[in-house]
Each structure stands twice: as structure tokens, then as C-alpha cells.
């Protein structure tokens, strides 16, 4: 008898995970359609009905954190990545709340399960993740390799720029602070804190041969830092 029921138990295990084809299509379309207020709703009703739906957790999680609800979100994400450990997507948006907790070797472990299915989509979470972790735990070298990473994949992001600049500043390689801080204020022109570094930087690491034009560029960065 035991035997016989097993495959129903099976399938009702199944259904159980999925939700309703009609409220399933409802909340898909809302999301789709940029309609993330209403999708939040729909998914948080399909999750209710249906705990085992993993994508479902996903978004939910992500409207949490979204509206700063953050302890609701991490465990939503928790739940999608338990449920679909394989999801390079849903790891790292875990990581991100991850670290905005101060989890850092939490957001490595849920990483580094997914570095094999990495596409170029979720390069720079990856990257930046990782690097943004190590550089907490102060494992310098490994956050730079990371933080290189993501500014490879996406060289627009200020945050890895800076971080950057601010790392190689921190361990006193100045000439190799120097390009990220550049960059970093010519980003964010209004970065006090940026401008203040690129200074010192030109002053303790600037080229020999061009120590003049060095100065020059300390004083408009100082000037700049007063003014902010």
C-alpha cells in the first residue's frame, strides 16, 4: 500500500509548488509590465498558496528590500536560493542584503555556489559582491581582484571606481590609487571625500619627473574638496 501511494504523494507535492495557471499569468504580466507594486501583491498571495514557488520568493524578496522591509526580504531570498540553489540571479541578490547586513562571509559562501553559472548579465553583481566582501574582511588582494573584475564589466559604476582608488589609497600605492581617483571625481564632481584623496595621492604618489604638474593638480583638487 505504502508503495502505491507514493507516486500521488509525489504529484501532490509537486502541485504544491507551483501556483494556479491563472494567478500565476497575472502576476507574471504585472511584473513584465513594470507594474511592480501590483506584482508584489500577486506574488506575495501566490507564495502564501504555494511556499515552495521559488521565483515567487524572489520577487517578494526583492520588493522588501525595495521598500526597506530587509529582515522580510532575507528571508525570502533565503527561501528562493534554498529552493533553487542553481539561480546565479537570485544568489546574488541574497548576497546584496547579505552585505548591507555586514554578513560578509555569508555573501561569499552564497557566491561562490554559483560562480560556475555566472553569465555577462550578472558579472558586475558578482564581482562587485565578492569584492565588496573581501574588502570588509580586509582580504585586500582578493577584493581588488574582484573590484577590477566589475569595473571590467561595467566601468560606469561609481561605487567600484571609488572603492577602488579608496582601497589603493588605504595600502599607500598611491600611483595606483591615482587613475580610479581621477576617475571617481570626474564622476561624482561633487565627492568631497574623493577630492580630498586624489590630492593627498598627488602629493605622496605622484610621478617623479612630473612633480610640478602634480602639485598643480593636488592644489585644484584641494580647492575643489574647500568648495564642496
Known sequence: MRSSLAPFALLLSLL????????????????????????CAEFAVLVQESPAYDFGHF???????????????????????????????YACQLAGQYLRAMRYADALVVLDAVADGIDDRLRYSFHSGRGL???ALERWDEAL?????????RPEQWRVVDRI???LFGLKRY???????????????????GQRLLAEALIRGGP???????YAEALQAARAYRES
Do not use: I
Open 165 to 167: 582608488g579608496l582601497t
Open 208 to 214: 617623479e619627473q612630473n612633480r610640478a604638474k602634480s
Open 59 to 89: 520577487v517578494v524578496g526583492q520588493c522588501a528590500a525595495a521598500e526597506r522591509r530587509y529582515e522580510e526580504a532575507l528571508l525570502h531570498l533565503e527561501a528562493a536560493v534554498e529552493l533553487n540553489p542553481g539561480r546565479a540571479d
Open 145 to 153: 581582484s574582484e573590484l577590477r573584475e566589475a569595473d571590467r564589466a
Open 175 to 193: 600611483d595606483e590609487a591615482l587613475p580610479f581617483l581621477r576617475r571617481s571625481v570626474e564622476m561624482r564632481p561633487d565627492n568631497a571625500s
Open 16 to 39: 504544491a509548488a507551483w501556483p494556479a495557471a491563472a494567478d500565476y499569468r497575472t502576476a507574471v504580466e504585472a511584473y513584465q509590465a513594470g507594474r511592480f507594486e501590483e506584482a
Open 133 to 135: 566582501a573581501y574588502a
